[in-house]
């Protein structure tokens, strides 16, 4: 496997270890000690994959690739069948759709090297220039990047998050919640974020 390739997936694995962090936030339990477990994983897994001439736990990796997006399916199932509300708003489609973008990308392109291996057809790549191994580098952070950032912003950490540098006590998060019998009132008890004084 080429060093670009494993660049490439290391950046897959470390922007989906931030969004399954993120999810943690706003999740039942049940499902947020999970996910807090499952993104330092592939946080670490990713961090470690790029100090490495070749990917680590290759096998293993490809599990905890694969097992979230099952488990995301059983769990959107279950949320439609049992109408738990609670669960299937924990379920966003953006950040967990984009994890499984990302998972797909470092599944597959595992199983293919694991293929080409047990076959015998995997063959070595000499290492790629300084200015072209740059310049990958650069698309698949800039692509990660990309896709990472509205999956943050959709998780109920980054609804809350105020802008950056600003400290507004009248800020408030921009989703819709339902009001009690017609007031506000149920929106100001949601909403009864720190004043943040002295800044």
């Known amino acids: ?4 390739t494993r660049t490439w997936i290391a950046f897959a694995a470390v922007g989906t270890g931030l969004i399954h962090v993120a999810l943690v936030i706003g999740s039942p339990l049940a499902l947020g000690i999970p996910l807090a477990i499952l993104g330092v994983v592939e946080f670490g897994w990713g961090i470690l994959a790029f100090t490495r001439d070749t990917l680590p736990f290759v096998r293993i990796a490809m599990v905890v690739a694969v097992t979230p997006l099952v488990a995301w399916g ?40 694991s ?48 802008p950056h540098g600003e400290h507004d006590g009248s800020f408030t998060p921009q989703r819709d919640v339902p009001t009690d019998e017609g007031t506000d009132e149920g929106v100001d008890d949601m909403f009864d974020l720190p004043s943040h004084e002295g800044h």
């Open 115 to 162: 293929r080409r291996t047990r076959e015998g057809s995997n063959a070595t790549t000499s290492a790629p220039s300084a200015g072209r191994y740059l310049i990958a580098l650069t698309v698949g952070a800039l692509a990660v990047a990309a896709l990472t950032t509205p999956a943050l912003a959709a998780t109920e950490a980054g609804i809350y998050a105020q």
């Open 1 to 4: 496997m080429s060093a670009i």
């Open 74 to 113: 059983l769990l959107l199932t279950a949320a439609s069948v049992f109408q738990n509300p609670a669960l299937g708003a924990s379920l966003d489609v953006v950040p967990w759709g984009i994890a499984a973008l990302f998972q797909l990308f470092v599944a597959g392109t595992l199983a293919l090297h």
